[in-house]
């Protein structure tokens, strides 16, 4: 897929590279922070008796359909910019997809609220126990 379901800052990251502070970004950077920030979930859970996640992105949707404050829209930007792997006339991107209120195509239904998705994804009286085991929300 090309498009997000959610995002997280990409620009000026920090990390430790070869013992020294350096800053980092695009999807190299965010994708670690979403998924760190579902491996907590998941302990959460863990720790409740319930079970992972496990495939997120329908999940995602229709958390977000009941409480969308999951997520804090991003409005502003767009995923243009440069990419300095790429040799000098092609490293600069000026076409991007531009962020739009809801849904859009450069940061999915937003950045994640990990306070919210906490509170929805583990705390909620709103989850059920089926018979296979697996967690349904009970809309």
């Not at 350096?22 to 491996?39: D, E």
């Not at 849904?103 to 994640?112: E, I, Q, R, T």
Request: proline residues 9%; aromatic residues 6%.
């Amino acid at each position: 897929r090309g498009y997000p379901d959610i995002s997280a800052t990409g620009a000026n990251v920090p990390i430790i590279f070869q013992k020294r502070l350096t800053m980092v970004g695009g999807t190299s950077a965010s994708s670690p922070i979403v998924a760190g920030l579902v491996a907590l979930i998941n302990g959460e859970r863990l720790d409740a008796a319930l079970p992972p996640l496990g495939f997120l992105n329908p999940l995602l949707y229709s958390t977000y359909q009941r409480w969308p404050e999951i997520v804090q829209d991003v409005r502003v930007g767009n995923i243009s910019g440069t990419n300095l792997l790429l040799p000098p006339p092609l490293k600069d991107c000026q076409q991007g997809f531009p962020a739009r209120p809801g849904w859009d195509a450069a940061s999915g239904l937003g950045s994640p609220n990990f306070k919210e998705m906490l509170a929805h994804l583990v705390h909620t009286r709103n989850l059920v126990k089926t018979a296979s085991a697996e967690q349904k929300l009970v809309v």
